[in-house]
């Protein structure tokens, strides 16, 4: 079946304009989970989504950033005003219900120029 | 504060030198260890859930094993396709916490013909 897909794949955007970024989980998981990943570092999370509420927002780095998830389907990670440090790989990630495994999809290269 | 450290860093492997990546955790309470495996550019890929100490679970030349305090990812008879980097990854039990993962830096294996 079809996996996380996430759009786009890359996006270049000046610093201090806002970029939307788009996560479709597997049809089906109720669960939803955004990470990034820096240069050199390893993945870190930002926020879970169980349905459209979310229960677990205390990764999100700044009021910068903020994500929204509706009809318990698709999910979009919004930073405000971005700043080169936000330039990095955002990874998607969803699970089915009562599991622990966690799909991820191919990610979002963001570059702030 | 659950941490996670991988080692080594790199590992280079002759085809077919058999070896082992390490895990090493803390956690408030293990709900799951995870390995996955990520090729450049692309998301992290599932390989294993341990939960408990002693267990193990094998796939091809896989093996991961788990104790109170690290996991091990053993290859057997490498090949050059398995050249990735290898990511450990823990969940603790808990509320809203409890979904979240914590990444390693990872083990970045190259396996040479």
């Known amino acids: 079946g079809a996996g996380v897909s996430q759009s786009p794949s890359n996006k270049v955007t000046e610093k201090g304009k806002d970029v939307e970024l788009r996560c479709d989980p597997i049809?089906?998981?109720?669960?939803l989970y955004w990470y990034r990943q820096s240069l050199g570092q390893g993945l870190e999370f930002l926020i879970y989504?169980?349905?459209?509420?979310?229960?677990?927002k205390s990764g999100l780095p700044s009021d910068r950033f903020s994500a929204e998830r509706t009809g318990g389907s698709v999910s979009t990670l919004t930073i405000q005003r971005t700043q080169q440090e936000d330039s990095a790989v955002y990874l998607c990630?969803?699970?089915?219900?009562?599991?622990?495994?966690?799909?991820f999809g191919p990610g979002t290269r963001l570059t702030v120029t | 504060e659950d941490q996670v450290t991988q080692s080594p860093e790199a590992l280079r492997l002759q085809e077919g030198e058999s070896s082992s990546l390490n895990c090493s955790y803390t956690?408030?309470?293990?709900?799951?260890l995870f390995w996955y495996r990520q090729d450049p550019g692309k998301g992290p890929e599932f390989l294993f859930t341990l939960y408990s100490a002693g267990e193990e679970k094998e796939k091809e030349r896989l093996k991961a094993t788990l104790t109170k305090k690290e996991s091990f990812l053993h290859i057997t008879a490498p090949k050059p396709e398995d050249s990735a980097t290898y990511l450990c990854?823990?969940?603790?039990?808990?509320?809203?916490?409890?979904?979240?993962?914590?990444f390693g830096e990872g083990t970045q294996l190259t396996v040479n013909p």
């Open positions: 989504f169980q349905g459209n509420s979310a229960p677990d």
């Open positions: 990854a823990v969940q603790p039990w808990g509320e809203t916490s409890g979904s979240r993962l914590t």
């Open positions: 049809s089906g998981h109720t669960a």
């Open positions: 990630a969803s699970s089915s219900p009562g599991t622990v495994e966690q799909y």
């Open positions: 956690v408030s309470g293990l709900r799951g």
